[in-house]
């Protein structure tokens, strides 16, 4: 089992920045690719963006050239740099690892973005 762990959500204004952190623990050997999805009030939850072991990233468009997603492997971290952000980032934001085909979430941060 894999136990994920974020920090750093919070309220901020249109135009704004925040930092999330999300630490793996646990069975950690292998996690392949981590990375942050984020749900809305009555939205399906979808996909922020990921990053391999590799440092790979993929993000969402919507995100594109204002969200930085980092890795640390020797700390076991996945950190999600957001700026510029607007309101319809507003959302509770997952950790998300994968690890041998399996699937592991944390409990979610919440981002609020309002002036």
């Known amino acids: 089992q894999v136990q994920l762990v974020e920090s750093g959500g919070g309220l901020v204004q249109p135009g704004g920045s925040l930092r999330l952190s999300c630490s793996a623990s646990?069975?950690?050997?292998?996690?392949?690719?981590m990375g942050w999805y984020r749900q809305a009030p009555g939205k399906e939850r979808e996909l922020v963006a990921t990053?391999?072991?590799?440092?790979?990233?993929n993000y969402a468009d919507s995100v594109k050239g204002r969200f930085t997603i980092s890795r640390d492997n020797a700390k076991n971290t996945v950190y999600l740099q957001m700026n510029s952000l607007k309101p319809e980032d507003t959302a509770v934001y997952y950790c998300?690892?994968?690890?041998?085909?399996?699937?592991?979430w944390g409990l979610g941060t919440q981002v609020t973005v309002s002036s």
């Open positions: 646990g069975s950690i050997f292998g996690i392949y690719s």
């Open positions: 998300y690892a994968r690890r041998f085909g399996d699937d592991y």
């Open positions: 990053v391999t072991s590799g440092a790979r990233p």
